[in-house]
């Protein structure tokens, strides 16, 4: 019932904020449009498309069969789930979390290792930790190797842990040969317009949160900051740019952000994960303790390496 109470404030201030800031919230939502369509839709479609034709064929078995000796020894999960694995570090946030849910859907992973795998290899992408967050806004390519020990060691451990407590289950292939069909291949490019379309909404919403916080409190420009990066990640990392902290706690801080993804990345995922019934209390306590311990490691390393 308080939760019902809660969703009905913020629609309230939602469109009391639209109705009497329409400049600045055409600007949020510009601005989170602007992002999809420059940034995330070009860069996440074709793989969440890539994705989708794997997990629906049998082409799968035929990565997972020379990738599972290889990750085993390390991270125990099971053949399918290695795909799971390797997905979500190659892809990155939210495509980790969609592949995981998609092979619980086929049945190829238990429900269990699953959702390990879709809280612990949601990452953003290393492509975005180096070229966005360390060399774009930041400016510290030299701390790239660090940056990628802070934010994916957490989970990695994490994983481990749990998966070493699960028991062997057995589990189906997604296809019996590794011939293309064109419905998987019509489906899986709209799956991935849904999936994508679905991002860029609750991105745009997000902008206009950030802009209410930044609209209402101008008295504190540091918690402005730190809720922006709580919010929506990608913003918030781009106001640390132009913030005047020092840069010794600019770069934790970012990495926290990174790590952390924002309740925008929290509502993304459980959209990519709603029809697995993930839990999401679990998701959202591990992701802040990742967050936090990430932070922990990058202000370490940056008083290591800092130049």
Request: proline share 5%; net charge positive; aromatic share 14%.
């Amino acid at each position: 019932m308080k939760e019902k109470y809660l969703i009905l404030i913020l629609l309230i201030l939602f469109i009391f904020f639209i109705l009497t800031h329409p400049a600045a919230s055409m600007a949020a939502a510009g601005s989170g449009l602007l992002l999809w369509y420059e940034q995330i839709l070009p860069a996440l479609l074709p793989l969440a498309i890539l994705s989708n034709l794997m997990v629906y064929s049998n082409y799968m078995q035929i990565v997972t069969k020379y990738l599972y000796p290889l990750t085993k020894r390390i991270i125990p999960t099971s053949q399918n789930g290695s795909f799971a694995l390797f997905g979500g570090m190659l892809f990155g946030f939210p495509l980790g979390s969609k592949i995981s849910a998609d092979l619980v859907s086929q049945e190829s992973i238990g429900k269990e290792e699953g959702e390990i795998l879709a809280v612990s290899f949601n990452q953003l992408s290393p492509v975005f930790v180096s070229g966005y967050l360390l060399t774009n806004i930041l400016e510290l390519p030299h701390l790239t190797l660090p940056s990628y020990v802070a934010l994916y060691l957490p989970p990695v451990c994490y994983s481990i842990w749990k998966l070493k407590k699960l028991k062997p289950q057995n589990a189906k292939n997604s296809a019996s040969d590794s011939a293309f069909d064109f419905r998987i291949i019509d489906a899986g490019i709209m799956n991935g317009f849904e999936s994508l379309t679905k991002l860029g909404g609750y991105i745009i919403l997000f902008s206009i949160f950030a802009a209410i916080l930044h609209t209402y409190n101008t008295s504190y420009p540091l918690i402005n900051f730190i809720c922006t990066g709580l919010v929506e990640v990608t913003t918030g990392i781009s106001c640390l740019k132009d913030s005047a902290l020092p840069r010794e706690y600019v770069y934790p801080l970012a990495v926290f952000f990174a790590s952390f993804g924002g309740l925008c990345g929290f509502a993304q995922t459980c959209s990519m994960t709603r029809e697995c019934s993930f839990s999401k209390m679990r998701y959202l306590i591990c992701r802040m303790c990742f967050a936090a311990v990430s932070c922990l490691l990058a202000w370490l390393f940056y008083r290591i390496w800092k130049l």
